[in-house]
């Protein structure tokens, strides 16, 4: 089975991590993120994967490979141009065969594509997308369905008065060829906006299922990915938790306190009565002494100095310097190569 994920974002919200980094290889508990996904595409018989790449591409093939290590061919290509979800399909459209599967690169998941794609077999469907549910679908278009599952119509943004399903695009949509001939070539087309409509009605069907999704697009939600793989709420392939969560060489002094949904990556140092509670710290990051970092991320080779505070969704990029005696809170994000000199910012 073939796969393309759509990985040509430049992960804005994601900033100041992926400011020089993309999002695929952005690294998540012990490896880059896009390895959950070409491991979960993996288990449900993926053996072909074309990454449709844009912002920083070279470096996602450096880092991804060949696909050898997953145990399947990679493949990239690199739109000249952002092209949209369709035009992306359609540039990759000489290494597609007749059926394949297409992804949004920024969703980490356990669905059942085996099961999606035996239903877009049983029904002889053109194109067949995953729904999921969500306690809050107003911030989505919702879908409609006719009892057989066929699509019924698209509600985007829908307004309180027009919520009459939880379901959502999960962003994973099993396709046949058929469905590049409906995207004009060199042209920048939605698949969302333009093509799953003109198909309602001629061949379009959904797969509701309950499954764990969460798209990891926001520090927030970055934060939440990692704790439900340390917490085995989503199946991933990290099987000791605790292994995965502190990298080769990372230091915790004695009488300093890492827990167990917190991730310390390569050379990682907490210094002597410091506090590290559900958070990220990336290769060669250093917390000083008597210094807290809660619920925040801290970029490659940042340093924290002593007694800084550090908490609610920061973001620090990478070789940041925080001097002695700082307070970062409410979602400050720090650029990479920021110097802050001691008590320089009580936020």
């Not at 450096?62 to 990679?74: F, H, I, K, N, R």
């Not at 520090?219 to 793989?229: E, F, N, Q, S, V």
């Not at 490659?300 to 070789?319: H, P, Y």
Request: with cysteine; aromatic share 6%.
């Amino acid at each position: 089975m073939q796969a393309v994920i759509l990985v040509g974002g430049e992960g804005t919200r994601l900033r100041p991590l992926t400011s020089n980094m993309p999002k695929p290889i952005v690294p998540l508990v012990d490896r880059p993120f896009m390895a959950f996904m070409l491991e979960w595409l993996k288990r449900h018989g993926v053996d072909d994967a074309i990454m449709s790449c844009g912002f920083l591409a070279t470096r996602v093939r450096e880092v991804l490979g060949d696909g050898s290590d997953y145990g399947m061919t990679l493949r990239f290509v690199e739109e000249p141009e952002p092209r949209g979800t369709a035009g992306a399909l359609k540039y990759a459209e000489e290494f597609l065969q007749d059926r394949f599967l297409m992804l949004n690169g920024d969703v980490l998941s356990d669905m059942d594509l085996t099961a999606q794609i035996a239903q877009h077999e049983a029904t002889g469907a053109k194109g067949t997308l995953a729904l999921v549910p969500v306690p809050d679908p107003s911030a989505y278009g919702l879908v409609r369905l006719h009892e057989d599952n066929a699509v019924k119509e698209f509600v985007e943004k829908p307004s309180a008065d027009q919520i009459d399903t939880n379901l959502i695009s999960a962003g994973a949509y099993v396709l046949e060829r058929s469905i590049l001939d409906m995207i004009p070539a060199g042209q920048n087309v939605s698949i969302e906006r333009e093509i799953w409509p003109a198909l309602v009605g001629n061949g379009l069907y959904a797969y509701p299922h309950e499954a764990y999704w969460l798209d990891i697009g926001t520090p927030g939600m970055y934060l939440k990915a990692t704790r439900d793989i340390l917490e085995k709420t989503v199946e991933t392939a990290v099987t000791d938790a605790a292994a995965a969560a502190r990298g080769e060489g990372s230091s915790v002094a004695d009488d300093a306190t890492v827990d167990a949904v917190s991730v310390l990556r390569e050379d990682v140092k907490v210094g002597a009565g410091s506090v590290v509670e559900g958070s990220v710290l990336l290769a060669g990051a250093e917390v000083g002494a008597n210094a807290e970092v809660r619920d925040s991320i801290v970029g490659a080779g940042t340093k924290i100095g002593d007694r800084t505070r550090v908490s609610g969704g920061a973001v620090l990029g990478e070789d940041v310097t925080i001097g002695s005696d700082n307070v970062l809170t409410n979602g400050i994000k720090v650029f990479a190569g920021t110097t802050l000199g001691d008590g320089a910012v009580k936020f």
